[in-house]
């Protein structure tokens, strides 16, 4: 799931040679993955290339050199000379040339960031999946060159950028997250890492953040700052059912910075669609769960209706999985939140899970399933293997179909190869990294299955982050 398997913070040399320049006129060519446009110096269309960061395609910009590498050169935009209609005033400003990472699109239209989405996408799936993905892709009866699969937006998105009020849709995408880190700098003060950097640099706005965060006054008021100053971590969680919390080096404190006993909050997930009204969750405060208020209810009904087909949407699920329906492999399962619906409309469900604290929580939020089997231990292809073909009856069964959710860097060759060979009719594929898509893709490909459906979803606006569902069939 998206967030999950972000490493360090990376540091790169910024500074070269005397006679190396600290800016440069720059001509944008089109988006890389990262949340870069490709550039090359004015007047040199065969000059070095320079990954240029608060740009926009076709604009020429005035950029300061950020980082120098033998394989690469690194620029903030710090001025448009000729600016694409596409650019707006940036919603986060703090997060522009020079500031804080995680906001690298925030001066783009909404729609265009969609649309750089999609060409990052496109180009990856070709690029890195190899012409067998790229025309698998291009088969999709949704799928048209150049731009290859669209980019949907968030329900709350559509709603704001539909809006008549102008100021409502000149702040569509903001308000959205549930979760939010920030580190506390030397000087006490809260703050986040500069761009692959570790670096911290101060923040007093977090527009991002749902109202629920940005009232606690964590950047701006007087008794947080007191109390955060010897902190070296800080999480602020608004929960969709209960009030926010704030977890600072491990403690839970309410809003009003008291400790709190209960070290859990509740999560309720909309699953109507489904047949399955609400569903409800309870997580430690601290771990893992996805960060746009939309993302739970958007991922449950998309991948449930993905992984079971016409078994999905049955009103009124027994909550012991149905006699005879679909048996289920989900791997690298986290606190159950797929798990839940599969195991209420699906038949047999086996989960893994490599954190054994995200399994404690799965227990508890799949107790109205008694009949999911929830294990703890890492997934491999030795692991894949086993449990692909432990379903009843006498352990000798196969699954039908895999539901699974990798990291950032996604499943690899291992634990793709054990699903092919485990043989399973469907694999439902999510991704939070293109490329992680693109190779995992080619190798389901390769392993003799068929793309049936891809989806991206923009679950991280004003960023370059997205999520996909990639469905699989066997022939």
């Known amino acids: 799931m ?195 950097s570790a670096t911290i640099l101060p923040v007093r706005d977090l527009p991002l953040a749902v109202p629920a965060i940005r009232d606690l006054g964590l950047t701006t008021r007087g008794s947080w700052r007191r109390r955060l100053a010897r902190a070296r971590r800080v999480q602020a969680v608004a929960p969709s059912a209960g009030a926010p919390v704030v977890i600072v080096d491990g403690t839970v404190l309410s809003a009003s910075g008291r400790p709190l006993s209960r070290q859990r909050v509740d999560e309720s997930v909309d699953a109507s669609g489904l047949g399955l009204g609400e569903l409800r969750y309870t997580v430690r405060a601290d771990a893992f769960w996805q960060v746009h208020r939309d993302a739970p209810r958007a991922l449950v009904e998309a991948v449930t209706r993905a992984a079971l087909g016409d078994e999905a949407g049955g009103a009124g699920a027994s909550g012991a999985g149905r006699p005879g329906g679909p048996r289920v492999l989900e791997l690298y399962s986290g606190s159950g939140l797929l798990t839940l619906p599969l195991a209420l409309l699906g038949g047999e469900v086996i989960s893994l899970e490599g954190s054994e604290r995200a399994v404690r929580d799965a227990d508890r939020n799949l107790r109205p399933a008694p009949r999911a089997r929830l294990m703890a231990g890492r997934v491999t292809g030795a692991s894949v293997t086993e449990l692909g073909r432990s379903f009843s009856p006498g352990g000798d069964g196969r699954a039908d179909v895999v539901v699974l959710d990798p990291p950032r860097q996604g499943a690899g060759r291992d634990v793709i190869e054990a699903i092919v060979g485990v043989g399973p009719a469907r694999v439902v594929l999510v991704a939070c990294d293109p490329a992680a898509l693109a190779r995992d893709v080619g190798s389901l490909l390769r392993g003799g299955y068929r793309l049936e459906g891809l989806r991206a979803l923009d679950m991280f606006p004003h960023t370059h982050h997205f999520e996909t569902i990639a469905v699989l069939q066997r022939p």
């Open 2 to 196: 998206s967030g999950r398997g972000r490493g360090p913070a990376r540091q790169e040399k910024a500074r070269g040679g005397a006679h190396e320049p600290e800016e440069m006129i720059l001509v944008v060519g089109p988006p890389a993955h990262g949340g870069h446009c490709v550039a090359r110096p004015q007047g040199e269309p065969e000059g070095r290339v320079v990954f240029v960061r608060h740009a926009l395609p076709g604009e020429t910009v005035r950029a300061r050199i950020t980082a120098r590498t033998s394989k690469m050169w690194r620029a903030d935009a710090v001025e448009a000379l000729t600016a694409s209609p596409d650019r707006v005033e940036p919603v986060w400003p703090e997060a522009g040339p020079g500031g804080v990472g995680g906001g690298e699109l925030s001066h783009v239209a909404l729609p265009a960031q969609r649309t750089w989405k999609r060409w990052v996408l496109a180009d990856c799936l070709r690029r890195i999946g190899g012409p067998e993905v790229a025309e698998a892709v291009l088969a999709l009866p949704f799928s048209t060159p150049p731009g290859g699969v669209p980019v949907e937006p968030m329900p709350c998105e559509t709603a704001a950028e539909t809006a008549e009020d102008p100021r409502v849709r000149a702040l569509a995408g903001t308000g959205t997250r549930t979760r939010v880190e920030l580190a506390i700098g030397d000087d006490g003060a809260p703050g986040m890492h500069a761009f692959r």
